[in-house]
């Protein structure tokens, strides 16, 4: 198994890059979108702007009838339209700074059934989970940022659970060193985030997963996954402390499973919205007016993989041919000379603002400036590049905005680190968009979408349930290309904080 990169918020990856027409798609089982769980989970985040309405109250019962009526719209197209594939209820993702800036979903797993709140990562294979405990994260942590209790799973209870023997085929996928073919099947995967792994062995359990029909009905998918006994580094230090999903090519990721055994179409989704909050679904083939780009296939490696034939920023455009990898398991974006410094240099010369070293040696992003006493608005020069078929890829949010102590906006960072090789496309550049990942048409779909509204495809909206004037942050800069939202950036607080005290 290949090595395969995940968080670079914290690092950057050095690692080389049947149709079934009848199946329904699936999606992760979480929660109600306005659940108290949800609840809980936003008001454990503080976060400014999102409105949950009180259990039990009239804008309770209003927000869910919202709902119903876009979900029975969308399910009255899907009947003309079987391509026109939405979110409902239970797909709801979150991207949280206090674990690494990537995306979680709660998952269930087992017989009875165990929630964790595993991390999504198109840049790795395998599933796991923190199993039969021997150097796992803690249960809780302060550090967390969230209000609830993590959990661990163990074969022995749960009555679905089977342990995967060095025999089975399934033993092969994960280059296993087996001591015998009826031994356990174990796993060891390293990261590239320093001393950063995990290792176990494979087991095979049920994950529930909802169906997207009219009727709809609860599955029990039989799936493989890593009972993860031991982990080190990053996931010891608040990235993935519940678990691992693996979404890559790889035979091994959660998506191959469920295509493999007929739970679902060979495609999936992920929206990503600019306050963190976005949906997964599995078997979501897109739409008809998605922008699409082929999959380039690599032997070597598992990964999502695009051709890009040139870009522009504001009025400068460049002819450049270049790959890149597509990877929710990465923050910002990452581009290896001579596109960087194309890139960087043309913004650097568009901008009216001054830069920034103090912002720029905090924020580790070359590319920082100060907005003057007062300012509120600034021109950001666009940036878009050109597929592979001639689809443009139009960035919506590039920038990194910092805030003060007191919550004011002080300056901005272009969000772009430099790779010494690879190029990588990461999640700050997917902001706004619903991303396909049709591995049986070996394409990328991608779409200005609305995540909170699964009926709404088109120009990003804002999304139901937000609400800018409970927030100081929201529109603070107004730019003249990407929209730019201090809520849709990652926040620098403690970094300023820092560079004041």
């Known amino acids: 198994m290949a090595s395969l990169s995940l968080f670079t918020s914290l690092l950057l990856s050095l ?27 936003a008001e454990s985040r503080n976060h400014p702007g999102v409105w949950w309405p009180q259990h039990g109250t009239a804008e309770y019962y209003a927000a869910l009838a919202h709902h119903d009526r876009a979900l029975h719209q ?5 009947t003309t339209s079987p391509q026109e594939l939405a979110f409902s209820d239970g797909n709801a993702t979150y991207r949280l700074s206090s674990l690494g800036y990537l995306y979680y979903a709660f998952v269930e797993l087992g017989t009875p059934n165990v929630t964790f ?30 209000n609830f209790a993590l959990n661990t799973y163990s074969p ?4 679905t659970s089977e342990t995967i023997s060095c025999g089975s085929s399934s033993c092969q996928e994960v280059q296993s060193t087996c001591s015998g073919s009826n031994a356990n099947c174990t796993y060891s995967i390293s990261y590239v985030s320093d001393n950063t792994s995990s290792s176990g062995y494979l087991v095979e359990d049920v994950l529930y997963l909802t169906t997207e029909a009219i009727q709809s009905q609860t599955t029990q998918a039989s799936i493989l996954f890593g009972c993860g006994q031991t982990q080190t580094g990053t996931f010891l230090d608040g990235g ?34 600019e306050d963190g909050v976005g949906r997964i679904n599995f078997g979501d083939v897109g739409s008809s007016d998605q922008s699409e780009t082929p999959l380039l296939v690599d032997t070597q490696a598992d990964l999502y993989n695009i051709s890009l034939t040139g870009f522009s920023v504001g009025n400068s455009s460049y002819t450049s041919s ?57 021109k950001i020069p666009d940036i878009a590049f050109t597929t592979q078929g001639g689809s443009s890829f139009r960035v919506n949010d590039a920038l990194l905005t910092v805030v003060s102590s007191t919550g004011n906006t002080i300056g901005y960072c272009l969000a772009i680190g430099k790779s010494s090789s690879l190029n990588i496309i990461g999640q700050n550049f997917l902001t706004g968009l619903r991303v396909v990942f049709d591995r049986e048409r070996l ?49 620098l607080l403690f970094l300023v904080t820092m560079l004041f005290i």
């Not at 990562?121 to 809780?140: I, N």
């Not at 730019?479 to 939202?485: A, D, G, T, V």
Request: glycine share 4%.
């Open 322 to 378: 270049f790959s890149a990898i597509v990877d929710s398991g990465t923050s910002f974006t990452y581009l290896a000379d001579p596109m960087y410094t194309d890139i960087v240099t043309s913004f650097n010369s568009q901008v009216e603002e001054s830069q920034a070293s103090a912002l720029s040696a905090a924020a580790s992003f070359e590319y920082c400036y100060y907005l003057s006493s007062g300012q509120t608005s600034a």
């Open 74 to 78: 969308r399910r009255s197209l899907a």
């Open 443 to 491: 394409v990328l779909g991608w779409q200005n979408f609305n995540c909170y509204d699964s009926s709404a495809p088109g120009p990003a909206l804002a999304p139901y349930g937000y609400n800018p004037k409970k927030t100081n942050q929201v529109s603070v800069l107004e730019n003249s290309s990407p929209h730019l939202s201090a809520m849709s950036s990652l926040v």
């Open 117 to 146: 709140f595993v991390a999504l990562d198109t840049g790795s294979d395998l599933f796991w989970v923190p199993c039969d405990c021997k150097q796992c994260a803690a249960l809780s942590s302060p550090s967390y940022g969230v």
């Open 15 to 41: 690692a080389f890059l049947s149709s079934f027409s009848s199946a329904s798609p699936f999606s992760l089982e979480i929660h109600n979108r306005f659940s108290d769980r949800a609840r809980h989970w």
């Open 156 to 159: 022995s209870n749960s009555n």
């Open 240 to 273: 993935a402390p519940d678990g691992l999903m693996g979404l890559s090519m790889s035979n091994l990721s959660v998506p191959s499973i469920l295509a493999n055994k007929g739970y679902t179409l060979n495609s999936f989704s992920m929206c990503f919205s």
